[in-house]
């Protein structure tokens, strides 16, 4: 199958600072990618659907200034959290879908803001 | 409102076979998928149905009935390298993926 890396895996980073989250699709152009917040113990909750050269689709709750997507190319996408808080600790995944291919998962990032 | 619904968590033994149910309701589909998660890790595709009936994938097997908006994920031979949650996700009609909570599946010896 297809393969999306997601870097880095692991971030801990002090309150009030900013993280940025990189997904790319190494062997395939994505025309979609899609970016998931996962709390322990619940089921993926999608935040947006960002296509290459356009503005990303914030689902409904997530502040677009706080997560900013940006889809530069057909093979990357960063997800930047600014001015993170505590609460702001999850696991985050994209994911990335070329065509009407179901979604490649990236393997994950897991924020703790301390 | 869109809803997919499946057992929060399965026990089975291993070397056995368990069956692990979805029924969805959407507004439009455009296809069901199978993923399976470890604990701490991102979710691994395993199956898509978008017609109905069963496809067969080693061990694993995924069935499909659009009219009844059903569908179950069959494991057979269960190992310990089983136990995980799995999820599943119906693509809507804006092929949109909406997904269920998943099952967690407890394989014991």
């Known amino acids: ?3 999306v890396s997601q870097h880095p895996s692991r971030v801990i980073c002090k309150s009030g600072t900013s993280v940025k989250i990189e997904c790319r699709s190494l062997d395939f152009q994505a025309t979609t990618m899609f970016w998931y917040r996962q ?3 619940q089921s993926l909750m999608l935040m947006a659907t960002s ?5 990303a689709t914030y689902e409904q709750g997530v502040e677009k200034d706080k997560f900013l997507i940006n889809h530069a190319s057909l093979t990357l996408s960063t997800l930047t959290v600014t001015s993170a808080h505590p609460e702001d600790s999850s ?8 065509g009407e291919t179901e979604a490649f998962f990236g393997q994950g990032t897991r924020l703790t803001v301390v | ?7 929060t968590e399965m026990t089975a033994t291993e070397g056995a076979i368990v069956q692990i149910n979805c029924t ?6 455009n296809g069901l998928f199978w993923y399976q998660q470890h604990a701490g890790e ?3 595709f395993l199956s898509y149905n978008v017609l109905d009936g069963l496809e067969e994938k080693g ?3 995924s069935f499909l009935s659009r009219s009844k908006g059903y569908s179950y994920l069959l494991l057979k031979e269960l190992q310990m390298k089983d136990s995980a949650s799995y999820l599943c996700a119906v693509r809507d009609g804006n092929y949109q993926l909406i997904w269920g909570a998943g099952t967690k599946l407890i394989i014991k010896p």
């Open chain 1, 39 to 41: 709390f322990p113990k």
């Open chain 2, 59 to 61: 061990r694993f097997s």
């Open chain 1, 1 to 3: 199958g297809a393969v």
């Open chain 2, 1 to 7: 409102g869109q809803n997919i619904d499946q057992p």
């Open chain 2, 24 to 29: 969805y309701q959407t507004s439009g589909f």
């Open chain 1, 51 to 55: 296509n290459e050269g356009s503005k």
């Open chain 2, 42 to 44: 991102a979710p691994t």
């Open chain 1, 91 to 98: 696991f985050y995944i994209c994911s990335a879908r070329t």
